[in-house]
C-alpha cells in the first residue's frame, strides 16, 4: 500500500503561482512513476503531468505544457506540481497518484494503483 496526501491547495489570482505536495508514505516511493490528475464539477477527471521513478522523464498535458512543472524528491518521499500563469480554467480538485510503470498509458488514470484525497485549487479571475 501507499498512502498519498496532498498539500498546497488554495485560491491565488489569475497569473499567480501555486505550488502542490504530493507526501507518500508506505511502500518504497522511489520505485512508482507519479502523477497528477485534476477533476472539476462536471467534468472527468483529466490528466495533467506524470514522471518517472527516477525523475529523469516528465509528460504534461498541453494545456499546462510550459505552465506547470513536475518534480520529486525520493529522499522526502515527496512529488510536487508548480503551477505558474494560473487561468481561472485550471480551478479544480487536483490529485496525486501512484503506478506501478512509467509506460504508455501514463496520462490515464486507470495507470494508477494509489490516489491522494485531492487539494482545491481556485483561481479567481
Known amino acids: 500500500q501507499v498512502q498519498l496526501v496532498e498539500s498546497g491547495g488554495g485560491l491565488v489570482q489569475a497569473g499567480g503561482s501555486l505550488r502542490l505536495s504530493c507526501a507518500a508514505s508506505?511502500?518504497?516511493?522511489?520505485?512508482?512513476?507519479m502523477g497528477w490528475f485534476r477533476q472539476s464539477p462536471g467534468k472527468e477527471r483529466e490528466f495533467v503531468a506524470a514522471i518517472n521513478w527516477g525523475g529523469g522523464n516528465t509528460y504534461s498535458a498541453d494545456s499546462v505544457e510550459g505552465r506547470f512543472t513536475i518534480s520529486r524528491d525520493n529522499a522526502k518521499n515527496t512529488v510536487y506540481l508548480q503551477m505558474n500563469s494560473l487561468k481561472p480554467e485550471d480551478t479544480a480538485v487536483y490529485y496525486c497518484a501512484a503506478a506501478g510503470r512509467y509506460g504508455p498509458g501514463v496520462s490515464e488514470a486507470w495507470e494508477y494503483e494509489y490516489w491522494g484525497q485531492g487539494t482545491q485549487v481556485t483561481v479567481s479571475s
Open positions: 508506505g511502500r518504497t516511493f522511489s520505485s512508482y512513476a
